[in-house]
């Protein structure tokens, strides 16, 4: 069973930059493909940046595209999603999630092709 924590999320002005951590225990981390979603106030459940087994591969939200990038740290066993620039309509919970793969290019973009999630960290940008 692969646990995952998030952490790194707070009150941050617009424009500002914050990084989010995922760790991720319980698996093999290289197993596993990663990804970021999102949800905002009365919102749904969104993707916001996906990266493949080996990380070589990343796909983004067209929202957050030239804004957050997302990495893996194989030595840590973390996923990290850096979001600079950030606007007020960031503003969400984000959470990270997890599945095994047998491919260690491709990434997935559907919450659907998640298995794990994390408890999710609050994010707020404040105009």
């Known amino acids: 069973q692969v646990q995952l924590v998030e952490s790194g999320g707070r009150l941050v002005q617009a424009g500002g930059s914050l990084r989010l951590s995922c760790a991720a225990s319980?698996?093999?981390?290289?197993?596993?493909?990663m990804g970021w979603f999102c949800r905002a106030p009365g919102k749904e459940r969104e993707f916001v940046a996906a990266?493949?087994?080996?990380?070589?591969?990343?796909s983004y939200a067209d929202s957050v595209k030239d804004r957050f990038t997302i990495s893996r740290d194989k030595a840590m066993n973390t996923v990290n999603l850096q979001m600079n620039s950030l606007k007020p309509e960031d503003t969400a919970v984000y959470y990270c999630?997890?599945?095994?793969?047998?491919?260690?290019?491709?990434?997935?973009?559907?919450?659907?092709?998640?298995?794990?999630w994390g408890q999710g960290t609050q994010v707020t940008v404040s105009s």
């Open positions: 319980g698996g093999t981390f290289s197993n596993l493909r």
């Open positions: 990266v493949s087994r080996s990380g070589s591969s990343t």
């Open positions: 999630a997890a599945a095994s793969s047998l491919s260690g290019n491709t990434v997935a973009t559907g919450a659907n092709a998640y298995i794990y």
